[in-house]
């Protein structure tokens, strides 16, 4: 069974702090990896996604992917109050179209 | 860009009955669209995997007589509850790909069975 784990949480930050949510996947065919955001009552919505080992910024959000262990991350710099959600990370599964979700980690941003 | 709309939002309906649900690609042509079902404070399910023209790929566990799924074009693809009961309340929701992995979710569906 091919997994995705993430800390359920909460993880709660000052407003301002950097928030670093984690994931680490089972299946080492796995090549793409996402982050999604979803707000309590609301459907997930993509807010990254990367490919290939490192670094990929985009705004406040920067996500990390290190291959060779299995894991990858998301960081949020300046948090907001508004970033307050649970975060997806899903895994695109080696041959097949589907991606697997971990559960999610709820973050809490305190203003 | 890659906008997935998902109607209705919002239905009750009483247990026996049968709801459709359904899920469009607006600005783009999915080439595979997926249904997944969410319970209060868990994670996400996929139920199963949709194809335009092809039968869908149901996930272990989902009945696919009581799910019917339909996917008659590139842009629009239905999932039919049959006989809902109140255990099949939930909020289902659809997402849509396009040539690459990057799903985009639809709005969700929440269904309430009395």
């Known amino acids: 069974q091919k997994e995705v784990e993430q800390n359920s949480g909460p993880l709660s930050v000052p407003e301002g702090a950097i928030a670093s949510l984690n994931c680490t996947y089972s299946d080492r065919g796995s090549q793409s990896f996402f982050w999604y955001r979803q707000y309590s009552g609301k459907s997930p919505e993509l807010i990254m996604f990367i490919y290939s080992n490192g670094d990929k910024e985009d705004g406040r959000f920067t996500a990390q992917l290190n291959k060779a262990s299995q894991y990858v991350s998301l960081l949020i710099r300046d948090s907001q109050p508004s970033d307050s959600a649970t975060y997806l990370c899903a895994v695109h599964q080696g041959g097949s179209e589907k991606l697997v979700f971990g559960k999610g980690t709820k973050l809490t941003v305190n203003p | 860009g890659a906008v997935v709309s998902q109607h209705p939002s919002r239905v009750i309906c009483k247990s026996g009955t049968s709801v459709k649900i359904e899920c469009r690609s607006l600005d783009f042509q999915a080439t595979t669209m997926f249904w997944y079902r969410q319970f209060p404070k868990q994670s996400l399910m996929l139920m199963a995997t949709s194809n335009e023209g092809s039968k869908a790929t149901y996930e272990q566990g989902v009945e696919k007589d009581k799910f019917l799924i339909n996917h008659a074009s590139l842009t629009l693809s239905t999932l039919t509850v049959t006989s809902a009961h109140p255990e099949d309340s939930s909020f289902y929701i659809c997402?849509?790909?396009?040539?690459?992995?990057?799903?985009?979710f639809g709005p969700g569906t929440r269904l309430t069975v009395t």
């Open positions: 997402s849509a790909t396009f040539e690459s992995y990057e799903q985009y």
